[in-house]
């Protein structure tokens, strides 16, 4: 007789008079994240990739760095919010023109303002510029700017950047370099939808931007980013070593929603008599005489399936807090009892849950360590209290001291080398107006935030 046996979710074996037969259907193809986890040592700028015909560098093992830190944060509940913080402090009041001015050994911002440069900055969405350059620069440590030029060549006259643009990291690859294995042997950068592999955008490539020599392409582009230690071209972020912890952290959620609702661990022994299942085989074989043997075994399996359904409804679920299951039991031909059983299994959800929190606190612990802020400035609870305002003040000051001078450096060179092209002869830059953070008691009390 022919029958099928379950092995798990996607496979059967199929025994039938001549052979037996395994069929299986599942997907072929690896997640990427364990790809990541197990080959994230791998250097993967020592090879070039292919796309679209283009020889790049790729950005990740399987090209995908940025996708890969885009679906990790979007579901963690900590390191998104950690990196708008920074990008705030960062922000302070916001971009300002200044000097550097020398006093008594010191260098002081000396801020001020210029209409020519100003008006500049308003033909085009500097803000969008500024915002977009901190975010991208925040989750991946680096950016790419894309620089459009007047035609003022063409009448014999000094160019001039018109404006500037941030293209996305997941948008943007370095070609190949033919030579050279190093940021300034690369030529070209690519542009297109390297998540599809280009496959509607295709690839449109720009000319790197020569600093010495701004006017010598129309459209360039370039990369500012903040050296990352072994890696020749792309910089990957300060927690770049912390994303397992925070793919863990993600996790934690599930694992106790599906507890409290269906009952991760196993909760319930349900023993089920075999002369219940031949009795209900013989009575389908009655009702329907004209299937072969093969698919009246498919009818009972599924009988066996919904069964077991409607079990495991009754028995899980919070709302099911009044239980009840009502079973018959019989005697088979050779008078032997047929009974259900259902034995509940001794489990230890509290020991569970609590192995669970704890890890859930050194993954939140691992996540504002690699984020590299403050837990009083991230707002993140340690031991169940807040941290004061004297711990968040000192915080506040050590960040602005040490964590600040860099990124913004960064953020602002394609801007402040602009103004040099646009406005020779001008001492000024670009930068944000922080106000230094004064403790509470010595703000006048009309200015104190309580009274505001």
């Known amino acids: 007789m022919d029958t099928v046996n379950k092995i798990n979710k996607n496979t059967r074996v199929i025994h039938t008079d001549a052979t037996v037969y395994a069929v299986t259907l599942a997907s072929s193809h690896p997640d990427l994240m364990d790809t990541f ?45 950690i990196l708008e913080r920074e990008v705030g402090l960062l922000y302070g009041n916001g971009p300002h023109l200044y000097a550097n001015k020398f006093d008594g050994g010191e260098i002081l911002r000396e801020y001020t ?63 190949w370099p033919e030579s050279g294995n190093s940021l300034e042997d690369v030529k070209e950068i690519l542009v ?26 129309p459209v360039s582009m370039s990369y500012h980013n903040s050296y990352s230690f072994g ?3 792309y910089s990957v972020p300060a927690y770049y070593g912390a994303l397992s912890w925070l793919d ?54 599924t009988l066996k399936d919904l069964t077991f359904e409607n079990i495991t409804k009754v028995l899980t679920g919070k709302k099911n807090t009044g239980k009840m299951l009502e079973t018959v039991d019989f005697y ?12 509940p299994i001794q489990n230890s959800n509290k020991d569970f849950i609590e192995s ?7 993954a939140d ?19 169940g209290a807040l941290s004061s305002g004297s711990t968040m003040l000192y915080a506040h000051k050590l960040y602005l001291l040490s964590d600040v001078a860099i990124p913004e450096e960064v953020i602002f060179e394609p801007i402040n080398e602009a103004i040099k092209v646009n406005f020779p002869g001008s001492n000024l830059k670009l930068g944000f107006y922080r106000p230094a953070p004064v403790p509470e008691a010595q703000v006048p009390p009309k200015d104190r935030v309580k009274n505001n």
């Open 37 to 81: 986890y197990s080959d994230n040592k791998t250097n993967w700028e020592f090879y070039p990739n292919v796309v679209a015909g283009k020889k790049i560098v790729a950005y990740g093992v399987n090209n995908n760095l940025p996708q890969i830190i885009r679906n990790i944060m979007d579901a963690n509940n900590l390191a998104p919010g």
């Open 113 to 175: 303002y210029d209409d020519a440069i100003w008006n500049w900055l308003l033909s085009w969405d500097y803000r969008k510029f500024i915002h977009t350059a901190m975010v991208e620069y925040k989750y991946l440590k680096g950016f790419f700017c894309k620089r459009y030029l007047n035609r003022a060549t063409r009448l014999g006259q000094p160019a001039k950047i018109v404006k500037l643009k941030v293209i996305p990291n997941t948008d943007a690859r370095f070609a």
């Open 192 to 217: 297109g939808d390297f998540e599809h592999s280009c496959l509607k955008t295709g690839v449109t490539a720009y000319p790197v931007y020569q600093k010495y020599n701004p006017a010598k392409f």
């Open 231 to 233: 890696r020749n071209f």
């Open 248 to 301: 863990r952290s993600n996790d934690i959620a599930d694992i106790l929603k599906y507890l409290t609702e269906q009952g991760l661990a196993s909760a319930f022994h349900i023993h089920s008599p075999a002369g219940y299942w031949e009795q209900k085989r013989r009575k389908l074989e009655e009702v329907h005489q004209s299937e072969t043997s093969l698919e009246i075994a498919n009818r009972l399996n």
């Open 332 to 343: 088979d031909d050779n008078n032997n009892l047929c009974a259900w059983k259902i034995e």
């Open 356 to 362: 669970q929190i704890k890890i859930s606190d050194k």
């Open 365 to 383: 612990s691992a996540t504002t360590s690699g984020m590299q802020l403050h837990p009083s400035l991230s707002n993140v609870i340690i031991n």
